[in-house]
């Protein structure tokens, strides 16, 4: 499994934190920055984490910024990305078991580092039930194509 992870200034820190995390259980990552504490915009780093996803460089994607909100939402509009938003485990498993989310979204500012990790990992090793989900899985592609330009 391959990971995209990717944060703008208020999540950078959180992001080198879950990259240690990566690091420690073996898990490949590329970063696609920011590279420090430097005032950045949220839209591009939410939007690189996306398409290496959506483009199927990396199986998955995570992405932090001061609040989670700002870079779920621009990673959100990549079709084909279900980028959830989490600060608790109980909805980090279910937005995979249920929603089959491939981009996970926490905020620096509102987590601690320890259940930033707790949420990350729970995340990755959990499964996308498939059976009714899916069929609701497929009526946001459905969504997603109603508007799609030509
Ligand atoms: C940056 O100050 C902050 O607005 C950003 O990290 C994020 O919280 C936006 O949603």
């Not at 696609?32 to 959506?54: H, I, L, M, N």
Request: hydrophobic share 35%; net charge negative.
């Amino acid at each position: 499994m391959k990971i995209a992870i990717g944060s703008d200034h208020g999540g950078y820190e959180l992001k080198e934190h879950i990259k240690g995390y990566l690091d420690e259980n073996g898990i490949e990552y590329v970063d696609c920055g920011t590279d420090s504490t430097e005032s950045v915009d949220y839209p591009e780093f939410g939007q690189k984490v996306a398409e290496a996803v959506k483009e199927g460089k990396c199986d998955k994607g995570i992405v932090c910024c001061g609040t989670g909100i700002g870079i779920s939402i621009a990673a959100n509009k990549v079709p084909g990305i279900r980028c959830a938003l989490c600060s608790d485990c109980y909805s980090a498993k279910m937005s995979r078991e249920h929603n089959n989310a491939n981009v996970l979204a926490m905020g620096a500012r509102v987590l601690g580092r320890d259940l930033a990790i707790e949420i990350v990992s729970t995340w990755l090793k959990t499964d996308f039930q498939g059976g009714r989900h899916e069929r609701r899985v497929d009526k946001i592609e459905g969504i997603e194509n109603k508007y799609a330009l030509d």
